[in-house]
């Protein structure tokens, strides 16, 4: 026989022999994997799944690990990384012991970088003491500002004068912002004489209206007026307060709109006094409770720097 031929008996021996060897080996690159395992390796296991999981005293999030490294030196970006032991790695959920419901205030931070609170939110010393322990010292020192995070009363005021046919405004406020908002609602339009006008000025002219702009004394006040007055070229004065579109004429409905503008936005009728007898200004105060406005993170808090805040600089004392 040739060298190319084999007896069937050979041909078998050699193929189980092969067959044996190779399972051999596979049994042994297993035990060295299973060995090994993946839980050490947590950054791979994430890098196959894209998101991470997470199981904070019951209750799971999913994010991304890009936003549990928003601060290096955090224990949640130390987690990701294996070096943060008491996060264990569990059917491929990081598991917490620690209060889920104020997680999600730690996660909204790292998320938005601001630090915003529910209304009614009271647990400031709890959120406080979560974000030192994920060592976010940066929001823990937003959480120490009180001042900042405790709701505001905010006061507004308005000046109701009828003089004959005329009705002057003035709007107060201790919130420019408020104040400014308020007027880019109200527009104020005059009718120029020069043509025939209307004995019932309750029903729009015609001719257009021109608009005018508000008188702003300071930031926290403007001034406006409705009416007829026929002493200067301005006939009539007509006010529409958005999203109301409608044109009137008449004072005390001028008045009347601009009340239930406010209680929509919020505010509460509080006292009603007359400042000057003589003259009989009608004053009309409103207070509403605002909530405060999101913290942002200054960006100087942010990477290295984070450890020379106030919050860690105190835990490193603790």
Same mark, same amino acid.
């Given at each position: 026989?040739?060298? =190319?031929?084999?007896?069937?008996?050979?041909?078998?021996?050699? $193929?189980?022999?092969?067959?044996?060897?190779?399972?051999?080996?596979?049994?042994? &690159?297993?035990?060295?994997?299973?060995?090994?395992?993946?839980?050490?390796?947590?950054?791979?296991?994430?890098?196959?799944?894209?998101?991470?999981?997470?199981?904070?005293?019951?209750?799971?999030?999913?994010?991304?690990?890009?936003?549990? /490294?928003?601060?290096?030196?955090?224990?949640?970006?130390?987690?990701?990384?294996?070096?943060?032991?008491?996060?264990?790695? &569990?059917?491929?959920? *990081?598991?917490?012991?620690?209060?889920?419901?104020?997680?999600?205030?730690?996660?909204?931070?790292?998320?938005?970088?601001?630090?915003?609170?529910?209304?009614?939110?009271?647990?400031?010393?709890?959120? /406080?003491?979560?974000?030192?322990?994920?060592?976010?010292?940066?929001?823990?020192?937003?959480?120490?500002?009180?001042?900042?995070?405790?709701?505001?009363?905010?006061?507004?005021?308005?000046?109701?004068?009828?003089?004959?046919?005329?009705? *002057?405004?003035?709007?107060?406020?201790?919130?420019?912002?408020?104040?400014?908002?308020?007027?880019?609602?109200?527009?104020?339009?005059?009718? /120029?004489?020069?043509?025939?006008?209307?004995? $019932?000025?309750?029903?729009?002219? /015609?001719?257009?209206? &021109?608009?005018?702009?508000?008188?702003?004394?300071?930031?926290?006040? *403007?001034?406006?007026?409705?009416?007829?007055?026929?002493?200067?070229?301005?006939?009539?004065?007509? &006010?529409?307060?958005?999203?109301?579109?409608?044109?009137?004429? $008449?004072?005390?409905?001028?008045?009347?709109?601009?009340?239930?503008? =406010?209680?929509?936005?919020?505010?509460?009728?509080?006292?009603?006094?007359?400042?000057?007898?003589?003259?009989?200004?009608?004053?009309?105060?409103?207070?509403?409770?605002?909530?405060?406005?999101?913290?942002? =993170?200054?960006?100087?808090?942010?990477?290295?720097?984070?450890?020379?805040?106030?919050?860690?600089?105190?835990?490193?004392?603790?």
């Amino acid at each position: 026989p040739g060298l =190319l031929s084999s007896s069937p008996r050979q041909q078998t021996y050699t $193929n189980t022999k092969s067959l044996s060897e190779f399972c051999f080996w596979l049994r042994v &690159v297993s035990f060295c994997y299973t060995s090994v395992g993946l839980s050490s390796f947590p950054e791979e296991k994430m890098s196959h799944q894209g998101v991470v999981i997470l199981n904070v005293g019951g209750l799971k999030f999913t994010t991304w690990p890009s936003t549990l /490294q928003q601060f290096p030196e955090s224990r949640l970006a130390k987690m990701l990384n294996g070096r943060d032991q008491e996060f264990q790695l &569990v059917n491929g959920e *990081f598991f917490v012991d620690r209060d889920g419901v104020l997680f999600n205030y730690i996660l909204d931070f790292l998320r938005t970088l601001q630090l915003s609170l529910p209304s009614g939110f009271t647990d400031h010393q709890r959120l /406080q003491r979560e974000a030192n322990f994920y060592e976010l010292y940066s929001m823990a020192d937003l959480l120490s500002q009180e001042s900042l995070l405790k709701p505001k009363v905010e006061i507004l005021e308005i000046r109701f004068l009828i003089q004959e046919t005329q009705a *002057f405004f003035r709007v107060f406020g201790s919130c420019s912002l408020t104040i400014d908002k308020l007027a880019e609602r109200v527009t104020v339009f005059a009718e /120029q004489l020069g043509g025939p006008t209307w004995n $019932n000025h309750n029903i729009p002219p /015609q001719k257009p209206l &021109v608009p005018l702009p508000l008188e702003r004394p300071s930031h926290h006040d *403007f001034i406006f007026q409705c009416g007829t007055d026929y002493s200067d070229r301005l006939g009539a004065r007509y &006010v529409s307060i958005k999203p109301d579109y409608r044109k009137l004429i $008449n004072g005390t409905n001028v008045l009347g709109l601009l009340v239930d503008a =406010l209680l929509k936005e919020g505010f509460h009728l509080v006292s009603t006094r007359t400042v000057s007898a003589e003259e009989k200004i009608e004053c009309y105060c409103f207070e509403r409770t605002r909530q405060p406005d999101a913290l942002p =993170l200054a960006q100087a808090l942010r990477g290295p720097a984070e450890p020379h805040t106030k919050a860690a600089q105190m835990h490193k004392q603790k």
